[in-house]
């Protein structure tokens, strides 16, 4: 079910999502133009005007279709493989383009379990090594940055990785809050019930106890030997606590003393419709839900002051 933590938490997951696009696509426009006309190297440039258009259309077109969770797996998935080739390219002048990586585990922090946390960390451990490995098993002829344009990079993007990280820190932050704004007031109202049981927002005694005995006298469940106040909270989809604080509030002691009457009132009824001389005393009280006789003999007696063979007694001689 669907709460109203969820939902708000839901909505600050979309708005992190969508300034992140919109931060995202500005480093992105930045470095491609640095690219284009302070460092030429064409390639670059258009791989990263490539990335920017890539994850704006895809956003605008999923954003409405997809769940929050499906969009964030894919893009940490597409963004560490899109990186890749930015981090072999810079291998041998700048351990800068790992940057990129960092953010990565924050985000599934934010958005996901911990566990997602260590999966994607070692994802993003992987795609290093195997940066590694491969950049000392073959050749490339990627550009030749100068040491002074190679700064200039690196700083911007430490500056920008550290926006996206004060991003996602953010919105962490503000998750966190409702999370345990929640938290707060649920131990407040259960510490609310505990100290005033008698606050419920059920049926009022009389319409719950009069609902009580239409189910029972209507459907004769008393009947069932094994019926217990379980078995009727279950029949009338209502909380067994309330069902017996309604018989206790009409004076029984318990529910069960309840049932036991609703099964004394159907033993006399049944031996006054029934010749006893015909039918035995066991199909009688076993009739009314009782298991043995003892039972019966015991409940009987406290009930109606009288052993059963003397009721039986005054019956016949009436």
Sequence with gaps: MTTEKDIQIEQYKRQLVYYYNILMAAILAVFGLIYTFIIPD?????????????????????????SINVMVHSYIIIATLFNFYIMLAFWNNS?????????IPLAAYVFF???????????????????????KTFSFKFPIHKPEDVRVTDTILMISNVA??????YFKDKIKRVEIYHEIEKKNLNTVIQQAPTVEKTPFTDELFEKIELVMREKQLYKDVNFN??????????????????IRVKGYPNFNNYLNMHRIECVKRLLTENDIEKVTL???YTEAGFSNQSTFNRVFKQMEGITPSEYISSLQLH
């Design 113 to 135: 379990h911990r566990k997602y946390v260590v999966i994607y960390s070692l994802f993003v451990l992987l795609n290093i090594i195997a940066g590694y490995l491969i950049s």
């Design 95 to 103: 351990i800068a383009s790992f940057v990129w990586l960092i953010p």
């Design 164 to 169: 996206v990280i004060s991003l996602l820190i």
């Design 282 to 284: 066991m199909y009688i």
């Design 42 to 66: 064409k390639i670059m440039a258009w791989y990263l005007f490539g990335g920017l258009f890539l994850m704006v259309y895809t956003y605008l077109i999923v954003r409405k279709t997809y």
């Design 229 to 246: 106040i379980s078995k009727l909270s279950a029949e009338m989809d209502i909380n067994s606590t309330y069902i017996s604080k309604s």
